[in-house]
Nanobody, 122 residues
Framework: QVQLVESGGGLVQPGGSLRLSCAASGSIVTIDGMGWYRQAPGKQRELVATITSGGTTNSADSVKGRFTISRDNAKNTVYLQMNSLKPEDTAVYYC????????????????WGKGTLVTVSS
């Protein structure tokens, strides 16, 4: 009933910037927390940044000062602005959202996107 679609990934040189977007669609009642996670080759999936419905943010130490998470509730969309990219940022980036639907309207369930690949290389 709910789909999350990430976009904006691609190949970028070290020091460059990318802006990822994730749009939620379907039988949505409300969206609570949203976030970005990433998984590099041979590594565990890790949290990048999260944002609450009220706009409170949290981010991993490895991206603080470089990445900024934001959201547009009217568009059911979360963004990740990535600046000063490093080769170590290369990973598949996944969007997650806590969403209450028409089926489960008392509480939110987690939904995940399929990921978008970010490659930082010269």
């Amino acid at each position: 009933q709910v789909q999350l679609v990430e976009s904006g990934g691609g190949l970028v040189q070290p020091g460059g910037s990318l802006r990822l977007s994730c749009a939620a669609s379907g039988s949505i009642v409300t969206i609570d927390g949203m976030g970005w996670y990433r998984q590099a080759p041979g590594k565990q999936r890790e949290l990048v940044a999260t944002i609450t419905s009220g706009g409170t943010t949290n981010s991993a130490d490895s991206v603080k000062g470089r990445f900024t998470i934001s959201r547009d509730n009217a568009k059911n969309t979360v963004y990740l602005q990535m600046n000063s990219l490093k080769p170590e940022d290369t990973a598949v980036y996944y969007c997650k959202a806590e969403i209450a639907t028409m089926v489960h309207d008392y509480y939110a369930l987690d939904y995940w996107g399929k990921g978008t690949l970010v490659t930082v290389s010269s």
